[in-house]
């Protein structure tokens, strides 16, 4: 292979992470002057409105004698919109699991350990200062790590942070989703009604088997998929799971490979080429137009379509949304009290200190031990301030903060914990890199 089409090969691969990482960074400008707009909101003379807005207006929707359902508009927005951020999530699980970083063993070894010691730790942190107390339950909001933020923080660091390391980053928080959605399904579910479980089931039966049969228009898989989520809505189980589990049988390869793309491609445009005689296109010409519209479709999977249309949504209207819609905390009390509660402290430590210690050790180890190798061109010092940013929970830790308590007080020092803990993890952490530079002893060993 030429220099020239091993560097078209090469840029094939990375143009979509660099993609990804530029909008998902964007998102996370939005995200944050969201939460601002919220705590102000909260925080200043229309705060009953806010308050009343999300837990007092409430939508109904159904068929009456057949199924209603009706709620307040902030869990339409944890319940419903947050489904299709999970949907994404699991979307980019399995293009992950499939044929990103996480497609072999030797690739997934290093984001693995990264996000299980980074569950572990701040988890068991969370536990020892919550222990035998009333908000033991809340020990998985510190395990969490907020993609959106913690890529934006690195995208302000420019040429600092190589692209090796923002795809490590990525990894790391796309497994830690992956442990947080097992967590919510595992640890935060109600009790469960068995009939609409078993109705569950069946749609996803039926979703598998639309797989299996080669059937491949989203529309399809939306319409079974809606039927999935009222399943799980009525179950007790999250409905937010139903997301996850219709993205794992969305079809995630081609119908043409690469090479035939382009001989189709070619084909086509020559003879667009040679109907060409004016200015309006001829029947012949909007039939080859079509047609090209059908290659291009045929060479993308519908998991690839989705996601790249689904991403602009969730990062500038979902998650914003979500966020104005939890991260209002009223300060109005003692905040030297919410500081000193043993909820706010498991999750500051938890998410900062727990964070950093996880994943660094169980990256050392793993490094050390043989099983896997550092990215290229990073080093020991920027694994450690990444490990920093992952303490940036927010909109996962927010997410099951909401599941954990339902008592007001409760929930206060929890959402009032993982935005000091983000806010920590986010400043330390970019301070942290903006001033790292590699050594020379450092630079010879990644070179070597």
């Known amino acids: 292979m030429t220099k020239t089409k091993s560097r078209k090969a090469v840029e094939r691969l990375i143009s979509p992470i660099q993609k990804f990482i530029k909008q998902e960074a964007s998102g996370g400008i939005v995200l944050l ?20 807005l999300w837990n007092k207006t409430i939508l109904t929707i159904g068929v009456e004698g057949l199924l209603i359902i009706s709620k307040p508009l902030l869990l339409w927005i944890n319940d419903g919109l947050m489904a299709i951020f999970f949907f994404v999530v699991g979307l980019e699980i399995k293009r992950e699991l499939l044929m990103g970083e996480l497609r072999t063993a030797k690739k997934a070894i290093i984001p693995f350990a990264a ?13 020892a200062f919550n222990v035998g107390k009333e908000g033991f339950s809340g020990w998985g909001i510190p395990m969490a790590t907020d993609i959106a933020f913690a890529l934006g923080v690195l995208a302000l660091l420019g040429k600092r942070a190589p692209l090796s390391l923002k795809i490590f980053l990525t990894a790391l928080a796309i497994v830690d989703d992956l442990g947080a959605v097992l967590v919510i399904a595992i640890f935060y579910t109600s009790d469960i009604l068995w009939v609409w479980l078993g109705i569950a ?57 690469e090479d035939e793309f382009i001989e189709q491609s070619r084909d086509l445009i020559d003879k667009f080429e040679k109907q060409s005689k004016g200015k309006a296109l001829n029947l012949t010409q909007q039939s080859i137009i079509g047609n090209i519209e059908k290659a291009v479709e045929a060479a993308q999977s519908p998991l690839q379509r989705l996601e790249h249309s689904l991403h602009p949504y969730v990062s500038f209207i979902i998650m914003p949304i979500f966020a104005l819609a939890n991260a209002g905390v009223s300060l109005s009390g003692n905040v030297s009290e919410i500081i000193t509660n043993p909820i706010t402290l498991g999750i500051v430590l938890g998410l900062f200190i727990g964070k950093q210690a996880g994943i660094f050790s169980f990256v050392y180890i793993a490094v050390k031990s043989g099983w896997a190798e550092l990215p290229q061109n990073v080093i020991w010092k920027q694994i450690w301030g990444v490990s920093m940013l992952a303490g940036i929970g927010f909109t996962m830790s927010l997410f099951i903060a909401g599941l954990a308590f339902s008592d007001e007080g409760l929930l206060t020092s929890a959402k009032f914990g993982i935005l000091l803990a983000s806010f920590i993890s986010g400043i330390a952490g970019y301070l942290f890199l903006r001033f790292t530079k590699p050594e020379a002893k450092e630079q010879k060993e990644q070179a070597d």
């Open 33 to 52: 002057a969201c939460m601002v707009i919220a705590l102000i909101w909260a925080n200043s003379q229309y705060a009953s409105g806010y308050f009343d």
């Open 115 to 127: 996000a299980l010691g980074g569950m572990i730790l701040p988890a068991a942190i969370y536990m």
């Open 201 to 257: 089931a069946v749609f996803f039966l039926i979703l598998l088997a639309l797989n299996v049969l080669g059937f491949r228009h989203p529309l399809l898989y939306a319409l079974i998929g809606i039927g999935l989520w009222v399943a799980f809505l009525k179950s007790g189980v999250h409905a937010t799971i139903a997301g996850v589990l219709l993205a794992l049988t969305i079809p995630a390869y081609s119908k043409i490979n």
